[in-house]
């Protein structure tokens, strides 16, 4: 059962993380005809992640009924399912996200001039939301209610660090060609510029999360637990030095030098690959014992 709910697990949390960091990216790093440029090669990949979103909630409803039930039976029996979203914590917190999902779904399908402020919006309700459901759901009283804050602030922090590597990597091409090259050059600047606050701000979280999660330090990596996630940490950590080589050794070169693009575009497709086994890891190491 764990393996078919993790697989959902990462399809929800990689599309949700890639509706609000893309939106996030466009609103706030870019301007002008380049927004309009990159919302338009981004409009259908939002729309399928919004599907994908949406579907994935489905099924992370079903098998939490199976798992409820301790039957995979019960992932297809509409009367277990219901009991599920009516009748338990999770299933009101789920009603709220799949509402969210379905409204995401009809922001980019129908609305035009405001559709990535209204689906970034939604997205970062559905990316925070997923912290009532995480490990800090199980801590009561204040320090359960200061666990699921910074549990929610961390998966803001790193969703739109993650989800804003797609732009970013589409970006590269208007840096290089086309009529939009200044405008392109300065979004990628201004992440850069904020990437080093969004880092301090995923390690502080990450780091508040694993104290209050296991009350120590994941080394030695002891359970499979603590394995998966000093290996998520080992990833995280080697993405942190891509990111600063591509802020400050091959950024600065992509005009002068035909290879500074090249390698660019090479590393930050690289720290989305890394990017992608993280969240494979969350996915997985959240449904174990943080013992």
Known sequence: MEPALAAIRFAHFTSVMFMFGAGAFLLVFTTGELRAELSARLHRPAIVASLIAFLTALAWLSMESA????DYAAAFDTGSISDVLTSTAFGAIWQGRIALSVVAIIAFVLIRAERWRVATTLS??????????????????ALGLAHRGNDALHLLTTGGWLGALAP???????ATHGPNRAEANLAMLRFSAAGHFGVLLILA????????????????????YRALLVGKIGVVL????????????????IETDPRGEYLLRLFASVELALALIVVGLVSYFGLLDPA
């Open 67 to 70: 798992s409820m039930n301790e």
């Open 124 to 141: 970062a309700f559905l990316l925070a939301s997923l912290a009532l459901v995480d490990h800090g759901a199980m801590q009561t009283g």
């Open 168 to 174: 970013f990597v589409l970006c590269l091409g208007c």
């Open 205 to 224: 979280t990450g780091a508040i999360n694993i104290l209050l999660t296991t009350h120590a330090l994941p080394w030695p990596p002891t359970s499979p």
């Open 238 to 253: 080697v993405m942190i030095g891509l990111a600063a080589i591509n802020r400050y050794a091959l950024l600065p070169r």
